[in-house]
């Protein structure tokens, strides 16, 4: 049988009403609080009996104390003395129970209660939510950046296009919280004026519901990506151990005494280096073992101390379509991203290095447009100038390549060998690497990307 009970819970941070009702129910079903959290709760199994519960705010308080102030032990003297037994601590909070059947209320002043439990949110909650509102309305910028820069691939990728709401519902669950106490607070402050102090009464269905989307979208973007998935776990996994172990060395230093201005820049620095570590290790991966990507690559090869990856994944275009390509190694890789909106597939044909020097290769991307309405910003942001550059489309003839509209590229006033090819529902850019252009070509060219 089990003698713990670990629970989710959502709990604002001032709303000492729900709190209190929640640990008088899980006592009658004979779970005892034990250690509350931001989201984990911990009850231990004990004899169902009725309690009574009441949630009090010490201001001063800190989770970084060596122990509890002098005034918090001398306020527990006091409800000892009245029948009130301390449960637990949450920073500034203390959860009292009492098995008296009618006990004296620990706060009899509205106006000290009220004035008490803002003094507390402004130490604990506040702070962090509008640190988490602003890291959140820069999240919101920087997607709004990703898209102004290349609207295709932001509109062709699962995690960009639900990225957006994402962040969106989790600013509304962020300023619910804050929007909802003031409000509370605000009429409390009058209702504590007529001798009266309000209950909180929040909406825990809204809160969850909010918090809830922002983490289905977020899971859902990561379906059927392995990289997406990879760096979703492994961030998880990153900030789980960062918070157990920092948690652990809190406590650890708060057992031995430790000055409470020690504790906090201990604990802090070490989330923060563990942060960059874990940040710096992932990022390393990646780079070195190909990590996260969709498929591993059919083998590899070293040239020039480097290791490189070969592919052989299948291309519609090739340089076997074209001409004969005689004893060269090529990796062929098909790289696709897909929404309702936009698909954007890369493929390419690359020899193999320091093989066959001078032989044909090719790269081409097919933007699949599903959404009309989207075709001219498709078409605006591919054929938009680079002024770095200096390279720009310019108009081409059309008619052997069997599509709708050609342009060519020009780089510093000069043709290139990067052509834009457009259709009604497609546009496809393509650069040919030692082939030279013939209408044959085009036209092979043309009807493959068309139909792919």
Known sequence: MKNHRYCLE??????????????????????????????????????????????????TASPFDPSPSQGELTMEEFCAQDGWRLLARWG??????????????????????????????????LPGHLVLAAVILWQLWFQLLQFRQGPVGFLASTSSLLGVPMWLLLLLATLYEIFFYFW???????????????????????????????????????????????????????????????????????RRGAPKMATMVVTIGLAAIFASL????????????????????????????????????PLPLTVADLTAPGDVRYSTQAEREETFLLAQTRYSQDALLGEACGAPELTYTIIEVKAPFLYPLCLASVTKEDPLFET?????????????????????????????????????????????????????????????
């Not at 498929?295 to 480097?306: I, L, Q, V």
């Not at 599509?403 to 090819?421: D, I, K, V």
Request: aromatic share 12%.
């Open 184 to 254: 509370w607070h605000r009429k409390a402050v009058r209702g504590a004026a007529d001798g009266f102090f309000l209950p909180v009464r929040t909406n825990r269905l809204a809160s969850a519901l909010l918090l809830g989307g922002a983490i289905f979208l977020l899971l859902f973007s990561a379906i059927g990506s392995r990289s997406r998935l990879g760096i979703l776990l492994g961030g998880c996994a990153l900030y789980g151990v960062t918070i157990l172990l920092t948690g652990r060395v809190r406590e650890m230093m708060k």
């Open 278 to 313: 874990s940040v710096w290790g992932m990022v390393a991966a990646t780079i070195r073992g190909n990590l996260w990507r969709e498929h591993p690559p059919a083998e590899t090869y070293e040239f020039s101390g480097h290791t490189f990856s070969v592919y052989h994944d």
């Open 392 to 452: 720009q489309y310019r108009p081409a003839e059309a008619g052997p390549w069997g599509a709708a509209a050609a342009y060519q590229m020009y780089r510093h006033g000069e043709p290139t060998s990067w052509y834009l090819l457009l259709w009604e529902d497609r546009l496809a850019e393509v650069r040919l690497e030692d082939l030279p252009l013939t209408p044959q070509r085009m036209a092979v060219i043309g009807e493959k990307l068309r139909t792919a």
């Open 92 to 125: 500034q909070m203390q959860i009292f129970v009492s098995q008296e059947e009618d006990p004296v209320p620990i706060d009899t002043d509205p106006m000290t209660q009220v004035e008490t439990v803002h003094r507390s949110m402004k130490r604990a909650m």
């Open 10 to 59: 959502f709990f604002a941070f001032y709303d000492h009403t729900a709190i209190q009702r929640r640990v008088e129910e899980m006592a009658a079903q004979g779970w005892l609080l034990e250690k509350p959290g931001n989201f984990l709760w911990i009850y231990r199994r004990t004899e169902p009996r009725r309690l009574h519960a009441a949630v009090t705010y010490f201001p």
